[in-house]
Each structure stands twice: as C-alpha cells, then as structure tokens.
C-alpha cells in the first residue's frame, strides 16, 4: 500500500501539470487570435487592392498587395518552387517546438510565454498562406522618400515583436544573474 507522501506527490505532480497545461492554453490562444487577425487582414487585402499598386495610408506608410515565395525580405524567392515546402516544413517544426516550449513554462514565465505565442501566431498565419497559395501576402509598405522597407503583414509583426521580446527576455535574465552571482 502507497504511504500518504507518495500520493500527495503524485497529486502535486497531477496538479502542476494541469496548470502548465492550462497556462499553454491560454497562450494558444493569443496565437490563435494573431493567426484569425492575420489571415482576416490578408483576405480584405487581396480582395480590394489591385496587385502592386500603392494606396496611401500615411505620409511614409501605404497599402501595397504583394506576394511573397521566398522567406523574409524575399530571401528564396527566386529559388524555383522547392523553398514552398522547405520553408512551410520549417515554419511546422519550428511551430511544435514551441508548443513543447510553452508547454514546459510556468505562470511566473508570462513574459517569454507572450513572445514564444507572439511568434507561434506569426509562423502559423505564414504557413497557413504558403500551404494555401504557394506564397505569402504582404501588404505594409514603410517608406521614406524613394527607399522601402520589406513589405510585410501582421504575421510578420508579431514574429518581430515576439523575437524582439525573447531579445529583452535574454538580455534582463543574463543581467539580473550578473547581478545576484
């Protein structure tokens, strides 16, 4: 017969996991919202806007459909077809790996769990169009006089601002253990 220690540590152990598994859902869906935002916001765009034509939204930003086949800033794009699958094959590893990652975190970890779900969102909204059409929709056009940034889309953004807090993440956590060593 199990001794009372046992199974209050089974019962713990029960408890912990339910909770990361209730935390990663709870990510989820923040990137199920960015994947729903992101593919509402590419299907507007490619129904009302001509291919390449630049509608002005602000004095350095415009409204440009655009098709992507390669990765970003259309790295591959030129590749002949076989970067479709290579590229949607990585965005899918990457996605698992995520899910793993967000799985093993704890509620105190919010910070890295909102970037990892951030990034998460952006890699599937990605995936999602090149599975679909072969290529990715882009449609934010930053520019300043004649020089343009990549176009982009919110996938893209919620990839950047994801990575851009894993940055942070890495850099406060390495300087706070400087600190308390």
Known sequence: MP??????????N????????????VWLWL?????ILDQLTKVWINTHLPFNQPLAVLPFVNLRLLYNTGAAWSIL????????????GLALVISLLIVVWL????????????????ILGGAVGNLVDRIIYGY????????????????FNLAD?????????????ALLSNSQREYTD
């Open 31 to 35: 990137s199920l919202l960015i994947v």
């Open 157 to 169: 953004s919620a990839i950047s601002v994801g990575a851009i807090m894993l940055l942070l993440e």
């Open 136 to 151: 990715v929709i882009d449609f934010i056009d930053i520019y300043y006089q004649g020089w343009h940034w990549p176009a």
């Open 14 to 25: 029960s408890l912990r996991s339910a909770q990361k598994q209730a935390n990663v859902l």
């Open 103 to 118: 799985s093993r975190l704890t509620r105190q970890q919010w910070w890295l769990a909102c970037a990892l779900a951030l």
């Open 3 to 12: 001794n009372s220690s046992s199974c209050r540590t089974k019962e713990n």
């Open 77 to 88: 794009a030129t590749a002949g077809g076989w970067q479709r699958w290579f590229l949607s």
